[in-house]
């Protein structure tokens, strides 16, 4: 079977990495694999196994996602909408039987005029093949029911199913977006979709930390700052915080750290330090939210709420239910209020990660085998 999925991370990077895991679970099934990819390349994110295919790179203004620019920071014209239309065209050559477009029509509603591109020339390819949206478990809510509305029609005339990388068990789709009765058959659960289970650290490191996490983007540095001085405050514990962003960043909050922490840039054994922290403080992004929660680890998230963002807080609520998990607001985030937040956790323990439907990734696989038949 050959797969076209196609993806365009604006700010962090998790759509990508959520996509490159779905790729590679289709090449490792045995199938021939294109993904390609519109955000700025992330050449730390394994590719293995499958074709990247990258298109013109497009990057956000910030949070201000109606602004698309070049990765060096200047408008996108229209030759570089156009390249990546073109670009988009050539990925349908040879034909794919399965075409997965990640977010869209759900999200990135600013990149509509190459998604439809794209799903108008699908549909006229001589084999028509099976077109199915990838979205995560929670999504921003439509500003106007107009944009639902809009999206329930793209899907009627385009798509065959909706794969939702949840467990409805713990996150329905309807908890952000307004399933309409015309879009409930669409949805195909397949849990979440993640790595394999890291496994415990061979060298156990990380043990008895305090882990604190933000990504590589300036959306950590309140959390950075706050961890810092609650560090301050706590001299027994030790803390490590893992800093992305590039040295001059990491080289910054080292000068302020007290003795009892340790700066890393972003580490690859991040997910097995995990096993072993005493507790883990992050924000709130689906791919970490499932590290954590495969690793049992006690966990404050503190999710981004910056602009009109909303997807992490509901995550974070959502997950707050289980036990050893609290969320704390961006806006209540103080050294006091976070000391707090993990004395609470790390008193409950660590917590079962069995039952976790973590399988998403295969489970769409077999989907989507069943489906192209």
Known sequence: MRVLIVVTHLLGTGHLSRALTLGRAFAQA???????????????????????????????????????????????????????????????????????????????????????????????????????????????????PAKATWADEIIAAHYDGVLVHSDPARTELSLSWPVSEQLVPRLIYTGYVAPAPAGPHPDGTGTGEVLVSAGGGPVGDALFGTALEAARRTPGRRWRLLVGGGADRLETLRRAAPANVVLDPPRPDFRQMLYHAAASVSLCGYNTALDILQAGTPAVFVPFDAGNEVEQGLRADSLSALPAITALPGAELTPDSLDRAIARVTARGRRDPRGLRDDGAAETVRICERMVG
């Open 30 to 144: 045995g199938h021939d694999v294109t993904l390609a990819s519109g955000g700025t390349p992330a050449p730390h994110l394994d590719a293995g196994g499958l074709r990247l295919v990258q298109l013109p790179a497009l990057r956000s203004d910030g949070v201000d996602f109606t602004r698309l620019l070049t990765p060096e920071g200047a408008p996108a014209d229209a030759a570089r909408m156009q390249a990546r239309v073109d670009a988009l065209r050539g990925c349908l050559s040879p034909a794919p039987d399965l075409l997965i477009t990640e977010l869209f029509p759900f999200g990135r509603r600013i990149l509509r005029d190459e998604f439809l591109a794209l799903l108008d020339a699908a549909g006229a390819l001589p084999q028509r093949p099976r077109i199915l949206a990838s979205i995560r478990d929670i999504l921003a809510p439509p500003s106007k």
